[in-house]
Nanobody, 120 residues
Framework: QVQLQESGPGLVKPSQTLSLTCAVSGASITTNSYYWSWIRHPPGKGLEWIGAVDYRGDTYYNPHLNSRTSISRDASKSQFTLQLSSVTPEDTAVYYC????????????WGQGTRVTVSS
C-alpha cells in the first residue's frame, strides 16, 4: 500500500526557510510516470500546487512561487523534500505531499498533511 508521510517543523519564523520531507513507502519514486508534488492549503483559501519532482528527477514549480522554491529527492531513501525560502505569514498552511499518476501533478495518494505556521 502506498503511503506518504510529511515531516518538518510546525513553526517557522518570518524570513527563514521552511523545510519539509516526504517519506514514501509502497512505491518507488523512480517508477516511470510518477510525479511527486507538494500542495498546500492556506486557511480560508483553496489548494495551491507548489511544485513537483518527477521520476527522472526533473523539477517543476508554480511560477508564483518559483523564485523561493526548491524541491529535491533522495531515491536511496525514497524521500523528496521541499524548501521554501523567505517565508511570510502568507505561507502559513497545511502542506501535503502527493503522488501524481500518469504524468500528472496530482493523484489519489496524499500524505496526511502537516500544518506549518509562520510567526515570530
Amino acid at each position: 500500500q502506498v503511503q506518504l508521510q510529511e515531516s518538518g517543523p510546525g513553526l517557522v519564523k518570518p524570513s527563514q526557510t521552511l523545510s519539509l520531507t516526504c517519506a514514501v513507502s509502497g512505491a518507488s519514486i523512480t517508477t516511470n510516470s510518477y510525479y511527486w508534488s507538494w500542495i498546500r492549503h492556506p486557511p480560508g483559501k483553496g489548494l495551491e500546487w507548489i511544485g513537483a519532482v518527477d521520476y527522472r528527477g526533473d523539477t517543476y514549480y508554480n511560477p508564483h512561487l518559483n523564485s523561493r522554491t526548491s524541491i529535491s529527492r533522495d531515491a536511496s531513501k525514497s524521500q523528496f523534500t521541499l524548501q521554501l525560502s523567505s517565508v511570510t505569514p502568507e505561507d502559513t498552511a497545511v502542506y501535503y505531499c502527493v503522488r501524481g499518476d500518469d504524468y500528472s501533478f496530482t493523484g489519489s495518494y496524499w500524505g496526511q498533511g502537516t500544518r506549518v505556521t509562520v510567526s515570530s
